[in-house]
């Protein structure tokens, strides 16, 4: 499975970004597909997930009511959109997927086996 992560960008304050995360070598529908985060000196962290089929969704608390994590099975692509943008929420973003992850584990990168190449969202004035 390969994953190719885009969409990032300066953005104002306020402001929104959709990111997304192409996801080619086979359907994603058996996969825990996810979006995680890392601004610099900070360790990486879990931003939001889609459940196996996408029955489910989750988010760091952080970003719950502001950003949705969605998917087109046509395009085999999942979407990240940020709203409400903040200044704090600048870091480079890594989409992830895992076959074999269990529910309380989605949060932990450690976990997951395929990462995408980061794109770099700034929210700045």
């Known amino acids: 499975v390969q994953l190719q992560a885009s969409g990032g960008g300066l953005v104002q304050p306020g402001g929104y970004l959709i990111l997304s995360c192409a996801v080619s070598g086979r359907s994603f529908n058996s996969y825990v597909m996810s979006w995680f985060r890392q601004a610099p000196g900070k360790e990486r962290e879990f931003v939001a997930a889609?459940?196996?089929?996408?029955?489910?969704?989750y988010y760091a608390d952080s970003v719950r009511s502001r950003f949705t994590i969605s998917r087109d099975s046509a395009k085999n692509t999942v979407h990240l959109r940020m709203n409400r943008l903040k200044p704090e929420d600048t870091a480079v973003y890594y989409c992830?997927?895992?076959?074999?992850?269990?529910?309380?584990?989605?949060?932990?990168?450690?976990?997951?086996?395929?990462w995408g190449q980061g794109t770099l969202v700034t929210v700045s004035s």
């Open positions: 889609l459940s196996r089929g996408g029955g489910s969704t």
């Open positions: 992830a997927g895992d076959r074999s992850l269990i529910t309380s584990s989605i949060p932990d990168h450690r976990q997951y086996d395929f």
